[in-house]
């Protein structure tokens, strides 16, 4: 059983920078890809960034040059440093992890807003 937790998140003028941390509980192995996903008010939950346990990064194309992922495999923590932060990029940051055997886990969720 794998709990993520998140923290990180807060209030910034557009331009700024924030980093989010995601903290993995449990046993998650190898075989594994974390990610950040968001969601705005009435809009649909999409993937920001995600990352296998072999670096390998993807990102969405919103936020492509702006945003990296990374990860520590030896303290089970993904990271989102978020640099030229516009107002679109408000939004509620959940954490996410899928294991090789298919399984999916949440955190709870980081408020992220950006100002005009």
């Known amino acids: 059983q794998v709990q993520l937790v998140e923290s990180g998140g807060g209030w910034v003028q557009a331009g700024g920078s924030l980093k989010l941390s995601c903290a993995a509980s449990?046993?998650?192995?190898?075989?594994?890809?974390m990610g950040w996903y968001r969601q705005a008010p009435g809009k649909q939950r999409e993937l920001v960034a995600s990352i296998t346990d072999g670096y390998w990064p993807n990102y969405a194309a919103s936020v492509k040059g702006r945003f990296t992922i990374s990860r520590d495999n030896a303290k089970n923590t993904v990271y989102l440093q978020m640099n030229s932060l516009k107002p679109e990029d408000t939004a509620v940051y959940y954490c996410?992890?899928?294991?090789?055997?298919?399984?999916?886990?949440w955190g709870q969720g980081t408020q992220v807003t950006v100002s005009s």
């Open positions: 996410n992890a899928v294991l090789a055997t298919h399984q999916h886990y």
């Open positions: 449990g046993s998650i192995f190898s075989g594994n890809a």
